[in-house]
Structure formats: C-alpha cells, structure tokens
C-alpha cells in the first residue's frame, strides 16, 4: 500500500483516544480505566480475554498486554521459563512472560509512536490482530502445561507441528 493512499487519522495527543473512537470494527467491550488506559474484553477462539493498552506519554510508547486467567494459578518452575523462551523464540513481534505477582503469563507487546502524528485504521487494526492472534496461538500450551505436569517440549513440539490436508 503506497503511504499517500492510507487513510490519515485525525491527530490525537494520546493514542488511547484515537483507538478508542475506531475500535467499532471489532467484538469488543471497551472499558476506559483512566486517560491512559484502555481495557478490551473480547472473545477469543478459546476463551474471553481482556488486552490493556496503555499509553507511556513519556517514552511515546503503546504497551498493549494480555494474560491469561487460568482456574488455576500457574506455579512458577523452570519448565514454565524454559517453556516461555521455547515459545518467545517462534514469535515474531511481542513476547510471553510470567508475572510472578499475578501468578499468570502475559503477552505483551509495545510500539513506538515517537515521531508520528497520526495512526491509520490499517495500523489499530495490526496492532490488536498481533495481540489476539499470538496470545490465541499459544493458549492451548499454556493451559495444558499449567494443568498437566507433561514434558513442556512435548507439548511445544506437537502443538507447533505444521499441518497439511484436509480434515
């Protein structure tokens, strides 16, 4: 897509805002925590799930974020870390880690507007797809590693297997 075609946004001084006005596309339930911090709540393929994203007007950062909430607390092994990295090394944009204060993994993900004055749909619309996509990719994982006591490269090995045909 050439840059002059992109549908220009309205400048906004807190990127919160300008997501907030343009998420009518997607399922989802807004809940506006404070200037700086929007929630989402939206159904995911396996389960609800909330993303936070909040505006760092310092650094000009967008951290968007993500946990899973698990019946069950996730205790904290080195199968779980050794599981994360496994997993961090087959993302491309974002990482997992474990919140040792929620007991949980989250999946977090940050972008740079330093520079910009303005975002295009095309750009909201990437930056929620990237969260959603990644933390559905590996919920199944993470729930049977933390409900299970299996072998972490087991299940990483079998639920990243690349399948073909028809079923």
């Known amino acids: 897509m050439d840059f002059f075609s992109q549908n220009k946004i309205v400048s906004y001084a807190n990127p919160i805002d300008c997501i907030e006005d343009h998420i009518y596309k997607f399922d989802v339930e807004p809940l506006r925590y404070s200037a700086d911090h929007l929630g989402l709540k939206f159904n995911g393929s396996w ?21 899973y909430d698990f019946k069950k607390k996730t205790k904290i092994t080195k199968e ?9 090394e087959k993302i491309n944009l974002g990482y997992f880690h474990y919140c040792s204060q929620h007991r949980t993994i989250f999946f977090k993900y940050q972008v740079s507007t ?16 990237v969260v959603v996509k990644e933390f559905d990719r590996f919920f199944p994982i993470f729930l049977v590693s933390s409900s299970r006591k299996n072998d972490e490269k087991l299940i990483l090995r079998n639920s990243l297997l690349d399948t073909s045909g028809i079923a």
């Open 47 to 67: 389960s609800k799930y909330e993303i936070a994203i909040v505006w760092n007007e310092t650094n000009k950062i967008i951290n968007f974020s993500a946990c």
């Open 80 to 88: 779980i870390y050794s599981l994360i990295s496994s997993i961090n």
């Open 114 to 129: 330093k520079g910009l004055n303005y975002m295009t749909l095309e750009q909201i619309e990437n930056f929620l797809s």
